[in-house]
């Protein structure tokens, strides 16, 4: 009897160890995808995994597992806060004491692109949609720069809107006298300008401060901007805009190949809309 | 001393003035933008204003929801444009994409002005931007020359 029961223990002992091995590292993945840190912005890569920027750093996540990428170093301990993927898929990221940093995949390596920057308050950047080569900053009062050399010269273009840009687009929206648009997302709503730095103007009446901003590249009078946790949307330039209904505060949003809209919450989820419209969790 | 200076500062004020802001004479401009100044004080100006100054309020919609004619002097944003996308706006018109309406706003003049013609009036508009601006919109020219040039 003793021995039936040992080799019962035995028994359920290997299958728990069996089955603690089989699913640990998914609890780990878990864990890591989702650390109840709030998301503080979004993109994606070449092959389309979602890149996933919260404080606890930088991730890259697909449909079976999840990597860290390293942050870029700083002595001040300073946190990006704005990212972006350029017409070539690069990766940059940018925030407050930071500066301007670009990652190559191919070396895992964070280049810094902030030698002919005035200082490094970034607090927002953009790529443009089809020129690989050019990228904008956001230097607070310093105004907006450009560079079209891959962050090699920054060029200081223009003032900015009026309010200060937290949020930052470029569109190739058709019906621009050049190549395209500019979206900044405000402390006061959603500003537009051709990237001719023409002027900035008023992005229809959608008031409050934007914390992110992004358009769909398969349909680019789509933009979407997220108000104090609200996500609206605009399915004309940002002429109009209509709020739309999730269940948590949203903190960013990017458009990913597969999933299609793809939002970050305050409490560290990320959710797309299944064939029906509903918010549902991203790869689960 | 005083006694002079005030019928001085008469005599003077007018004469500083007129060179700070009034635009150059013809007589003393060269060929081209003489041409062009003409040309665009009989085909722009109605518009865009006799000294460049634009439409009032033209960075708002007007009541027919067009954004009305911008100006073409330092206040404007025609400097950021490059030479070739300034004579594609001339030679076939311009119709703001969220405007109201769907006439184009700015009308094309390729079958009113030479190409020549149209370089006049470039010319001519370079005048009425500070000297910042005619850099800038000259490193604008050179950029969309070599990135349209082939490799």
Known sequence: MKTMVYRLNSGVSRLFLFALVAVMPGLVQAESANDAQAVKALAT?????????????LLVLDDKTAADIPLPPSDSGAQPRSMAKGADERLYLAGPGLGIWRYEYASE?????????????????AAHATQPETLYAYLGEGGMFRSRDGGGEWVKVDGG???????????DMPGSMESGWLFAGTTRGVARSMDCFCFWGDAGELRGAVTAIDYDP?????????????????????ETWVGLEIPQAITALTFSPKE?????????????????????PVHE | MNKWFVPLVLLVAPALLMAGGAPPNSDSLPTEVAKG???????????HGWQGEGAANWNKPDEKGEMPPPPHDETGHTWRHSDAMLFRMI?????????????????????????????????????????????????????????ESPS
Not at chain 2, 37 to 47: L, P
């Open chain 1, 45 to 57: 890569d070449s092959s389309g995994a979602l890149l996933v920027l919260r404080d606890s750093g």
């Open chain 1, 161 to 171: 809107p009026r309010e200060p840009v937290q949020a930052f687009l470029h569109s």
């Open chain 1, 109 to 125: 390596r964070w280049h810094s692109l902030n030698d002919t920057l005035p200082d490094l308050g970034i607090t927002a950047i």
């Open chain 1, 260 to 280: 299609g809209l793809v939002v970050g919450t305050e409490n560290g989820d990320l959710l797309s809309r299944n064939a029906s419209g509903e918010w549902v």
């Open chain 1, 218 to 238: 398969s349909a680019p009078e789509n933009v979407y901007a997220v108000i104090e946790g609200q996500l609206h949307h605009s399915s004309d330039g940002g």
């Open chain 2, 37 to 47: 100044r003409q040309i665009y004080e009989q085909y722009c100006a109605a518009c």
């Open chain 2, 91 to 147: 030679a076939e018109g311009w119709r703001h994409p969220f405007n109201k309406t769907d006439r184009l706003a700015m009308p094309a003049f390729e079958d009113t002005l030479t190409d020549e013609e149209i370089q006049w009036v470039i010319e001519y508009l370079r005048t009425l931007w500070t000297d910042d601006q005619r850099r800038y919109q000259q490193n604008e020219s050179q950029d969309i020359n070599q990135a």
